[in-house]
C-alpha cells in the first residue's frame, strides 16, 4: 500500500453483573480484489445487551493518522461532541436519535470514511441493515479519543503523544442473537471494485486453506 499503511484495533467496554463473552469475527468468505476487500463482520451477543450493557458500550475501530493525511467524512456519519457525553452515559434512546436520519428510507444505510495522503486514498465503507442503526448501531466518528476515553469509561490504552481517531457503535440497544454487516476497504476511492486479484492470495486457518486467484 506504499506510504498509506492502516492497523485497526478492536475494543470492547462492557460494564456487567457477571462474566459473560461477546464473540466478533470475520465470515469466511472474505473477497479480495484488485482495489478492495470485502470483509463480512458477524457479531455474536450470546445475553441480552439491553438488559446487562450499561449506555456507550460497544466496539471502537481506531487508527493513528500520517502527519500529512487528511480524512473526509461521508454527509451521514455524525461526529462525537462532548454535549453527547453524558446523554450517551445515561440514555440508551439517545443515540439512536442521533443515527435516525442515516438511511434515506433504504433498507441497507451505508457510510463512508476517506483518508487522504499526498499519493493515495483509502477508505472505510461501512453496509449496516436499518434495523440496526435504529437500534444505535452505526459509526459515531471520534477526532480525537482521548477526549471521551475517560469520560464514557472505556479504559483504551492509547499512546499519549499521537492523536488516535476512530469510529464507535453503540452495542448497548441491541438484543441477544447476531448480527451481520459489511465492511469494505478501498484504495484510491473506487466506487467499483474489481473483480479479480492481482496476485494469487491464501489464508489459512487451523483447519483449511482459503484460495483467492
Known amino acids: 500500500m506504499g506510504e ?4 485497526a484495533k478492536l475494543s470492547f467496554y462492557l460494564r456487567i453483573f457477571f462474566m459473560f463473552k461477546i464473540k466478533l469475527e470475520l465470515s469466511t468468505d472474505v473477497s ?11 457479531m455474536h451477543l450470546p445475553v441480552n445487551p439491553q438488559k446487562y450493557l450499561n449506555p456507550g458500550s460497544g466496539i471502537i475501530y481506531n487508527w493513528v493518522y500520517d502527519d500529512k493525511s487528511t480524512a473526509t467524512l461521508g454527509e451521514k456519519i455524525p461526529v462525537l461532541i ?6 450517551m ?8 436519535t442521533i443515527g435516525k436520519n442515516s438511511c434515506s428510507g433504504s433498507s441497507i444505510c451505508r ?5 487522504n495522503t499526498q499519493k493515495n486514498s483509502f477508505s472505510m465503507n461501512f453496509k449496516i441493515n436499518k434495523d440496526l442503526v435504529e437500534k444505535g448501531f452505526f459509526p459515531v466518528y471520534i477526532a480525537d479519543l482521548s477526549n471521551y476515553n475517560e469520560a464514557l469509561n472505556w479504559n483504551l490504552d492509547l499512546d499519549e503523544k499521537k492523536i488516535h481517531s476512530g469510529f464507535f457503535f453503540e452495542t448497548s440497544g441491541l438484543e441477544q442473537g447476531s ?7 478501498r484504495l484510491n476511492q473506487s466506487q ?9 492470495v491464501s489464508i489459512k486457518t487451523l483447519s483449511k486453506t482459503i484460495k483467492f486467484n
Open 89 to 96: 452515559r445515561k440514555d440508551k434512546e439517545f443515540i439512536k
Open 192 to 200: 467499483t471494485p474489481k473483480h479479480h486479484c492481482p496476485y494469487p
Open 111 to 115: 457510510y463512508r470514511f476517506t483518508m
Open 179 to 185: 448480527f451481520p454487516w459489511d465492511f469494505w476497504l
Open 32 to 42: 479480495f480484489y484488485d482495489d478492495s476487500a470485502n470483509i463480512p463482520m458477524v
Open 82 to 87: 462532548k454535549d453527547w457525553v453524558q446523554p
Open 4 to 7: 498509506l499503511s492502516v492497523t
